[in-house]
């Protein structure tokens, strides 16, 4: 897509044009504005009332733009634009009315309190106000509490020893601890940026070892010419393993972060904050944490701390919940801070750079998570209005969005109405960047009617300054990207527009001042700083200050952007203009602050209520319709029944833009309950394509009020392509920048998918164009396709897409603004668009899991088609319920509705399994792909494998994620204020939607018989269409062997199928034959077959009934002995007890001894370390004795016969002793080695069991004590004789074996590849002993980075949500 940010948010409503780079500085320009600062020097506003270009300029047009020159101050001033909205105007008038006195609050990516301009006011107080994480994605768990020791430490959360300071106050001396990865902090640019920086420096650390290790070889080699003798060759193994081994670290380096430590205490007033970077720090004296200034909540006293210079990130914390839960908040983009800055930056020494309102302040709520790379989700946006509330903001920006389902309507929508209503904030958002398509306006800024929707201008300074063109147009123009109304349910959709671009400050970590953005995000403050001067100004007059009053001023006192009724879909009532717009509250200070709700019904029919009338296409066009609007006063909460509600009465003239089209009555008598009229529009005698008009009332009493209501009307008449196949074309068109050429088709019934082509000539630089094409089906986000496609030269370009038939298409063809700019040629453009369909009686096939095919009816309406099925399975998708749920009220005023209601919090847990790796995705088909049109507070999940380690979080756009094989929990976090509707909840379903591998991908078959599938014959290939001449044919579900593995009965396996063939001759893309048009096919997977092996097999053979009885006995008291419980000194006396009875009822039964080891392996050691050893060796040798070798060796030596049943019955049953064997050999081992290591533990001089010398110039031999025999080499070597001791299963006697001999790379050698085997969950014994391994060989960089990932593979506890 287009509208996308080079930062993760994609629902950021920010755009960076191609031909402009993203990053500029202006830090050079400091000196010369200080100048100007001196002199006083004002930029003036420059005329910038326009439409959209012309095909060719008049002369005189461009002759003025040749004259058209930029200054150093009006360069500069168009930076940070001011002068189109009014505000030099405003400010030289009313320099006192800045935005003082007004409290901004910035819903966005967070701010950066270390930026430029954003530290104070033009008054000298604190710029930011308060800085919040809403999301959690900085939040940190401290509710583990410790106590520093005689030396004044304490030991943090992540294992490291703090030095607290001694003149920090405690009076408690209790410290609350957490630990976070700091990179879950930092945005995906400055953590690959700060990886970058450390793997150089790692990557010289690594070669510095791998140097040394290299030396150690050739050495080895020099001296060693033949190395026959085993213990040189395992000598010379080592080194080399050691050098491969370091070359494979610098192969898979994955840097995970450092983990900082966090403190937190209560010095008796407030709680503090302290942090650890050590780990971020390259001298280990910088970053401790008795050298941090502690910091507190924000809000109190305005600090924050850096984490190091390296990454020069800002960041502020707050503590919650009497210090159990600490957030540090960071920003997760740039965004935030530009945002901030466009509205309200204060540079006293360098003016012209300024945001709109230097003088107001703000309070930073930051909706993007992090974990979600900038994305908002439901939590941040509901603590981000309740944080609003809370400090009493004016205003809100809100520089988010995306599409939605309905308009006006969601559980944000709802609590915004709330805050715009009763607590009477003025709310301002963007309102998308998905133009030039109509009804392309995103929620919520461009379909909520209580949200003042921005769209993005541009003017001549903008384009000729911030953005460097060559020469700037003639007058000012809505950016060609900047969505456009009306929305889905007829309202206008974009309010006004404001300048939608800027050079503004930015974050401290992106190692610059400011930077070039634009996008209806920048367009959004500027609108945000214009109204704060509005604002400013009616509180020092004494102003009541109303959203409805300032909305409506806004309105009725912009600057119109073209010439055409049609232009307010995209530019809304114009340009704001904030001079204009305080003489109007001036002068209607007197009037009552009331907001006219305007919602329609079509007459005869019973759909939802509508806020405007949109008649879309040549059906709606046939014949006139009836309409009735209803207008109701709306007062703010609060407001007096006998005062204000009673008297109200206003004798409303009503009048039409278009009176030939648009029939309403002249006057309406209006009181607080509201009063409705009828409307009628005839359509029928108007031209093809775009109209627009409006039923507006006037104040007969105080028409200079102008509109106090709009009721927008659009009507889009289409036509009807013709032929066979339909086609619609046009011709010669001219296009220069930023012009735009919108077509209305009848998509014709049976249409699924178009062929076009663009031809382009007549021009001599390269040109760009966005097109578009959009259509509206109910209860369906718009259906949206588009393209950017630069020409060069003059050339053609084919395009394919899928089209809904019967639905009308616009086709939106637009002139990039600033393409072609510096050309005074036009580009003549032909366009043409041909329709192709193959419809079918199924629009998504479905499997029902038996063996009988689909039959599937294809036809061609359209003109003659090449029917060319194909169909694929290439995921499955597993449903599964709850294993538990818990309900829990969040107990944080940051939780807390304005209303006083407290959310609650549903967090449901889900097990699955992989039986091999796999890239996954969870499904919530209720809430999924809503964000803003949910019912639902919001929802938050969490992927973790059986060592708590997070794999993947996400919200309503679930990713897929890569896992390996394993046990998986799934918590998924549902909030809302109603705790009936969690309860319905709580068996809610999830579905685990896997990929495919390329290998088990699923190819159906077709037939053109019923019993093809089974019999093989009638296979169905390919076929010619006839137009009306149906033709059927059949699906076949997939045979039982191609079914992929882990696909349990009532799985479903998804996939696609489509039926035709594009015909354009494009043999660039020789892979894209297929239709784009494709549906849905899916396969129920059935009950498995029936085993018939089941009851086979189970002869006694030659054992007597006695026996047979006595073998059940004794498998049953095994049995029974396993499931006794040790957790008192009785059960474990009554255990013991049991087992010496069953050893002398069955002396030397192998089986029972080997479950009698298995029990105490399995068990908690109610002993000492050293006694629990010894336990297991002696249960281990009595396993061990009662094995006849000779004959397991005997037996085991024995060539398979299948036909002699019961020499493989024998033979079946000795490779079950040899394992019980090998399984108390390798135990054994185990408890021996832990033993001798615990000895060396406690004497550290000298090795208890063996004495490791060095010889032969580096080998390493082992030599035996005078009066000890190794125990654990003469069991090593017997597990050899038996099992291959490189197996997974029993390596791990190998590493200690290399370890003792002092092989360290061998031993890491082995130990890695037990690590890699995927067939057992991570085990955390494993990687401590790596580190260990590592420690002893001396390499410090490996081991510290081993250290780190240790905290994401085996974290301590599961994140917060």
Not at 143 to 162: E, F, H, N, P, T
């Amino acid at each position: 897509m287009r509208t996308v940010s080079i930062y993760t948010g994609h629902r950021l409503f920010l755009l960076y044009p191609e031909s402009f780079s993203p990053l500029l500085s202006i830090s050079p320009f400091s000196r010369a504005t200080r100048k100007l600062g001196q002199k006083g020097v004002i930029i003036r506003a420059m005329p910038s009332s326009s439409s959209c270009p012309p095909t060719s300029l008049p002369e005189e047009k461009k002759k003025g733009n040749d004259a058209f020159k930029l200054s150093e101050s009006t360069f500069l001033a168009s930076l940070m634009p001011k002068k189109e909205i009014g505000a030099d105007r405003f400010l030289e008038s009313h320099p006192e009315y800045d935005g003082r006195g007004v409290l901004i609050a910035i819903f966005d990516s967070g701010v950066d309190p270390a930026a430029a301009g954003l530290q104070v006011t033009s008054d000298g107080k604190p710029k930011i106000v308060d800085i919040l994480d809403c999301t959690g994605s900085g939040d940190v768990d401290t509710s583990k509490v410790v106590k520093a020791d005689a030396d004044g430490c304490i030991i943090g959360a992540s294992g490291r020893r703090l030095v607290v300071n001694p003149s920090w106050k405690n009076p408690s001396q209790e410290w609350h601890i957490g630990c976070k990865l700091v990179y879950d902090l930092f945005t995906d640019n400055l953590a690959s940026r700060i990886k970058k920086e450390r793997k150089k420096k790692w990557d010289e650390k690594n070669q510095e070892a791998i140097s040394e290790a290299l030396k150690h070889l050739n050495e080895f080699d020099k001296k060693h010419a033949k190395a026959e003798d085993m213990k040189l060759k395992r000598a010379r193994e080592d080194l080399q393993d050691r050098l491969d081994f370091l070359g494979k670290q610098e192969e898979s380096y994955d840097d995970r972060g450092p983990i900082i430590d966090i403190v937190v205490w209560n010095d008796g007033e407030v709680w503090r904050v302290a942090v650890d970077t050590q780990t971020l720090e390259d001298n280990p004296q910088h970053g401790k944490l008795a050298d941090f200034v502690p910091l507190t909540n924000y809000r109190f006293e305005q600090k924050f701390g850096i984490f190091s210079k390296l990454d020069a990130c800002s960041f502020v914390t707050n503590v919650y919940d009497e210090g159990n839960l600490v957030s540090i908040v960071t920003d997760c983009s740039p965004h935030g801070t530009h945002v901030a800055g466009i509205a309200t930056a204060f540079h006293p020494k360098e003016p012209l750079l300024n945001g709109v309102a230097p003088g107001a302040q703000l309070i930073s709520c930051k909706i993007g998570d992090t974990r979600l790379g900038s994305m908002e989700t439901g939590t941040g946006l509901t603590r981000a209005l309740i944080a609003a509330v809370d400090h009493k903001c004016d205003l809100i920006n809100m520089s988010y969005g995306e599409p939605t389902l309905l308009p006006d309507y969601g559980r944000f929508i709802d609590l915004v109405n709330e805050v715009v209503d009763k607590h009477r904030v003025i709310f301002i958002s963007s309102a998308g960047n998905s133009g030039p398509a109509l009804s392309t306006v995103g929620a919520p800024g461009g379909t909520s009617s209580s949200i003042i929707g921005v769209g993005a201008y541009v003017s001549p300074a903008m384009a000729a300054g911030a953005h460097c063109v060559v020469e700037p147009p003639s007058e000012g123009l809505e950016y060609t990207w900047s969505s456009r109304g009306p929305t889905v349910d007829g309202d206008s959709g974009v309010c006004i527009s404001a300048p939608g671009g800027a050079v503004a400050p930015v974050p401290t970590w992106t190692l610059q001042r400011r930077m070039l953005m634009n996008g209806t995000s920048m367009a959004s403050p500027s609108a945000c700083g214009g109204v704060a001067l509005l604002v400013s100004a009616m509180k020092a007059e004494g102003i009541p200050v109303s959203p409805y009053t300032v909305r409506r001023a806004l309105e009725n006192t912009a600057s119109s952007i073209g010439d055409l009724l049609e232009d307010k879909l995209t530019t809304g009532q114009g340009l704001l203009l904030v001079d204009r717009a305080h003489e109007y509250v001036q002068k209607t200070r007197d009037f009552p602050s009331v907001c006219y709700r305007v919602s329609i019904n079509q007459v005869g029919k019973s759909t939802p209520a509508l806020r405007g009338i949109y008649l879309r296409g040549s059906n709606a066009c046939l014949q006139s319709s009836e309409w009735t609007v209803q207008v109701d006063p709306k007062f703010h909460e609060g407001a007096s029944n006998l005062e204000q509600l009673v008297p109200f009465e206003e004798c409303i003239e009503l009048h039409s833009t278009e009176e030939s089209v648009i029939h309403a009555p002249e006057y309406l008598l209006l009181t607080h309950n509201g009063r409705s009229f009828s409307i009628v529009v005839d359509p029928t005698n108007i031209s093809y394509g775009l109209h627009y008009h409006e039923v507006y009332g006037i104040d007969c009493k105080a028409p200079w009020r102008g509109p106090l209501f709009r009721v927008p009307i659009t009507i889009i008449k289409s036509i009807a392509p013709m032929g066979q196949p339909p086609v619609f074309s046009f011709s010669s068109l001219s296009f220069q920048p930023g012009h735009i050429e919108r077509r209305f088709i009848d998509v014709p019934l049976g249409a699924t998918w178009v062929e076009a082509t663009m031809r382009t000539a007549g021009f001599d630089t390269a040109r760009k164009f966005f097109i578009d094409t959009l259509q509206i089906s109910p209860l369906k986000r718009p259906i949206k396709w588009e393209a950017v496609a630069t020409f060069p030269s003059p050339s053609f370009k084919s395009f394919t897409f899928p089209v809904k038939g019967g639905l009308t298409m616009e086709l939106a063809i637009a002139q990039f603004w600033s393409s072609g700019i510096g050309s005074h040629e036009t580009c003549v453009v032909d366009f043409e668009v041909v329709f192709h369909g193959i419809s079918t009686n199924l629009e998504a096939v479905l499997l029902d899991g038996s063996e009988s095919p689909s039959r599937i009816v294809a036809t061609s309406l359209l003109a003659s088609e090449k029917l060319v099925p194909v169909a694929t399975l290439n995921k499955v998708k597993v449903p599964y319920r709850p294993v538990d749920s818990k309900l829990s009220s969040l107990p944080l005023n940051r939780d807390r509705l304005p209303s006083g209601k407290q959310i609650i919090a549903l967090t449901l847990t889900y097990k699955f399994k992989l039986e091999e790796g796999a890239e996954i995705k969870p499904r919530l088909p209720l809430l999924n792909n809503r964000i803003y049109d949910n019912k639902f507070e919001s929802q938050f999940y969490t992927i973790s494998d059986s060592n708590k380690r997070v794999y993947s979080s996400g919200d309503v756009y679930p990713k897929y994620v890569k896992v390996p094989k394993g046990d998986y929990t799934l918590l998924l976090y549902i909030r809302h204020e109603n705790v009936h509707f969690l309860e319905k909840m709580k068996q809610l379903v999830l579905f685990i939607e896997r990929k495919l591998e390329k290998k088990d991908c699923i190819q159906l078959s077709f037939f053109s018989q019923p019993d093809g599938p089974l019999i093989g014959n009638g296979t169905f290939k390919s076929s010619s269409l006839v137009p009306g001449e149906p033709e059927a044919f059949y699906v076949g579900p997939p045979s039982r062997e191609k079914l992929p593995k882990n696909a349990p009965p009532g799985a479903v396996l998804l996939g696609s199928i489509s039926y035709g063939t594009v015909t354009q001759n494009n043999k660039s893309d020789q892979n894209n034959q297929q239709s784009p048009a494709i549906y849905h096919i899916s396969y129920i997977v059935p009950p498995s077959k029936v085993d018939e092996d089941v009851g086979k097999g189970t002869s006694s053979g030659s054992k007597s009934v006695s026996e047979r009885l006595q073998e059940e006995v004794r498998n049953t008291k095994i049995k029974f002995l396993l499931s006794m419980k040790r957790d008192t000194e009785e059960d474990i006396s009554a255990w013991n007890d049991l087992i010496a009875s069953l050893k002398v009822e069955y002396p030397k039964d192998t089986l029972l001894l080997a479950k009698i080891l298995e029990c105490l392996l399995s068990g908690a050691a109610n002993h000492d370390k050293s006694s629990r050893n010894h336990e297991i060796i002696a249960a281990a040798n009595e396993v061990i004795d009662s094995i006849d070798k000779e004959e397991l060796a005997k037996y085991l030596s024995l060539k398979s016969d299948p036909d002699d049943e019961e020499l493989e019955k024998i033979k079946k049953k000795m490779e079950e002793t040899r394992n019980q064997l090998a399984e108390a050999l390798y135990q054994k081992g185990l408890a021996l080695a832990d033993i001798e290591s615990c000895k060396q533990v406690d004497q550290p001089v000298e090795k208890s069991f063996v004495a490791v010398t060095k010889d032969l110039d580096g080998a390493e031999s082992i030599s035996m004590s005078s009066d000890e025999t190794d125990a654990f080499e003469e069991n090593y070597t017997e597990l050899k004789k038996w099992v291959d001791i490189k197996s997974p299963k029993y390596c791990m006697l190998l590493v200690i074996h290399e370890d003792r001999c002092g092989r360290l790379g061998t031993a890491l050698k082995m130990l890695n590849n037990m690590i890699q085997d995927e067939s057992e969950p991570p085990k955390k014994k494993l990687y401590d002993l790596k580190i260990q391994l590592l420690d002893e060989i001396g390499w410090r960089h490996v081991a510290s980075y081993e250290r780190q990932w240790m905290h994401v593979r085996f974290p301590s506890c599961l994140p917060l949500f």
